[in-house]
């Protein structure tokens, strides 16, 4: 299983009145941590988006474990689940240096046209990720 492991300081403006990072941050984690994923495997968001090809989130689960505080450095590990050729679900923890995991959850994409929304495969659309993706998934290798 290919994963990625990317540090994150938190910063005072993602903590809330209790001083822990509010939950919608770690939204933003997952998408830096599935950024670096990427380009780890060698290929570029920025790349698929000069072909008018964006790639949202369709589906997104995060299950809360222990709060993250302001001052605290943790890191965000990324990992395929899941990929069929059109939908890929992302798996994230977010784990302190002990190896704790505070925060977990996933995110499931789709390709689509930037202009329609319309429905791509990835397999076919862009051949390269297809193969690479199957490559990383949980458990192969």
């Given at each position: 299983?290919?994963?990625?492991?990317?540090?994150?300081?938190?910063?005072?403006?993602?903590?809330?009145?209790?001083?822990?990072?509010?939950?919608?941050?770690y939204?933003?984690?997952?998408?830096?941590?599935?950024?670096?994923?990427?380009?780890?495997?060698?290929?570029?968001?920025?790349?698929?988006?000069?072909?008018?090809?964006?790639?949202?989130?369709?589906?997104?689960?995060?299950?809360?474990?222990?709060?993250?505080?302001?001052?605290?450095?943790?890191?965000?590990?990324?990992?395929?689940?899941?990929?069929?050729?059109?939908?890929?679900?992302?798996?994230y923890?977010?784990?302190?240096?002990?190896?704790?995991?505070?925060?977990?959850?996933?995110?499931?994409?789709?390709?689509v046209?930037?202009?329609?929304?319309?429905?791509?495969?990835?397999r076919?659309?862009?051949p390269?990720?297809?193969?690479?993706?199957?490559?990383?998934?949980?458990?192969?290798?």
């Amino acid at each position: 299983m290919t994963s990625v492991k990317v540090p994150i300081e938190v910063r005072y403006q993602e903590t809330d009145q209790m001083g822990v990072v509010y939950h919608a941050n770690y939204l933003v984690w997952f998408e830096i941590g599935r950024t670096k994923f990427i380009e780890h495997l060698g290929l570029s968001y920025v790349e698929m988006e000069k072909n008018n090809v964006v790639s949202p989130v369709v589906d997104a689960q995060i299950s809360f474990k222990k709060p993250v505080k302001y001052g605290e450095k943790v890191y965000v590990e990324t990992r395929i689940e899941q990929y069929d050729g059109l939908r890929t679900v992302y798996g994230y923890k977010v784990i302190d240096d002990d190896g704790e995991v505070r925060i977990s959850g996933r995110t499931k994409h789709v390709i689509v046209k930037k202009e329609s929304f319309r429905p791509l495969s990835l397999r076919r659309a862009f051949p390269e990720w297809h193969e690479i993706y199957l490559q990383h998934i949980v458990g192969e290798e």
